[in-house]
């Protein structure tokens, strides 16, 4: 299998599988000098741990991440990368593959079985292997390390939609998204997604959900016109977590409903000398360029296909079948994706900060950390 490396100049490599011995990966191109502890990878990696509320998969992984080369340690018990390789490695402590050993030979619906099959003509059956989401682990860790080569800049992430629930923007509060279980920036609507998702999860059945990743800071000038856009390489970079089935940026789908005079961001002109935008219908990005205001991209997360309602399938051998899968599984899925997505938008600055310098040569805008 190939392609499991993503990045031009910051560039991320993961390895392993959901019931492997562990998952890790390798971060290559990373800038020397970047400053960072081990707490500040752990604490983005405890984010998205399973198992820290009835919402989530009850699979108890502690997700240590250990870093095994690429950095020298600091007098004051930090550390600092060299510009050589970082090796990531998060060992896998509580796989259960017996769960999985009545489905060995059934496809499961909306799962990746079908399709790595007839790719490969093999597939791990146990959890998915590669196609699970515990992959993404090492994806955080990652973004833990890109969100520190991006000084100055915030990436936060959001839910803001579950099934049939919506957040109320009025009622938007950053710093509500740490006091629920949900990431959830409006305490009404996740105190409904509470009792919502309680009724889904005792069916056995999952729901989908919508995401927001918000990045701050960035300055104008980061991206390209045509086969390097910022944007798609952020819906790319997002499209690639697992069960993402839809990315938009600013107003996304929404803008086809807008008359031109609407969705338009006025400009004018500021005391420092630089434009301001009136607004920001455009997300952050035109043509493919970052205008200097927040980023703003959206993800759809589709609901979890692991249900324990006996679903139609085929087998290997071409046989018709029922299944149900056993197992512990997130309800919503979309909830253990907001530090993923934030971690996939960090790792896309950070590489368009890198390309961008070795473009233009410029060393004055956004200075690395020291």
């Known amino acids: 299998m190939s392609f499991n490396t993503f990045g031009h100049l910051f560039r991320v490599t993961t390895f392993g599988e959901s019931h492997g011995p562990a998952i890790g990966g390798v ?38 991440v250990k870093i095994l080369s690429g950095t020298l340690p600091t007098e004051d018990g930090g550390l600092i990368t060299t510009g050589t390789p970082i090796a990531l490695l998060i060992e896998n402590v509580d796989q259960r593959s017996k769960d999985y050993s009545e489905i060995a030979a059934s496809y499961r619906p909306g799962h990746a079985d079908y399709a790595y099959d007839v790719k490969y003509g093999i597939r791990d059956h146990r959890g998915g292997g590669r196609s699970s989401a515990r992959e993404t682990a090492v994806r955080v860790a990652a973004g833990a390390i890109a ?55 005792k069916s056995g059945s999952s729901v989908g959900a919508v995401l927001e990743v918000v990045a701050e800071g960035i300055p104008a000038g980061l991206g390209a016109p045509l086969y390097g856009k910022l944007d798609a390489d952020l819906a790319a970079a997002l499209m690639s977590i697992n069960a993402v089935k839809g990315v938009e940026i600013g107003e996304g789908f929404a803008s086809a409903r807008l008359t031109g005079e609407q969705n338009a961001d006025e400009m004018r002109m500021g005391n420092d000398g630089k434009p301001i935008f009136l607004a920001n219908h455009a997300g952050g990005i035109l043509g493919g360029i970052s205008t200097g205001q927040p980023i703003v ?16 399938t085929v087998t290997r051998h071409g046989e018709n079948a ?31 900060l890198l390309r961008h310098r070795g473009q233009t040569g410029d060393n004055t805008s956004w200075p690395f950390p020291r």
């Open 27 to 64: 971060i290559d191109g990373c800038p020397p000098n970047i400053r960072f502890t081990l707490a500040d990878v752990q604490a983005a990696l405890d984010r998205r741990r399973p198992g820290q509320s009835r919402f989530t998969t009850q699979r108890r992984e502690p997700d240590e």
């Open 147 to 201: 969100a520190k080569v991006l000084s100055g800049v915030t990436i936060r992430g959001a839910l803001v939609g579950m099934g049939e629930i919506d957040i109320d923007r009025d009622r938007w509060d950053w710093d509500e998204i740490g006091r629920n279980p949900f990431f959830c920036p409006d305490a009404e609507a996740a105190g409904r997604m509470e009792n919502y998702l309680d009724g889904i999860r």
């Open 297 to 312: 991209v959206r993800f759809a997360v589709k609901p979890t296909s692991s249900i324990l309602t006996p679903r139609q």
């Open 322 to 352: 029922e299944i149900f899968t056993k197992g512990r599984h997130d309800p919503c899925v979309g909830i253990r994706a907001v530090p993923v997505g934030e971690a996939m938008v960090a790792c896309v600055m950070a590489d368009h």
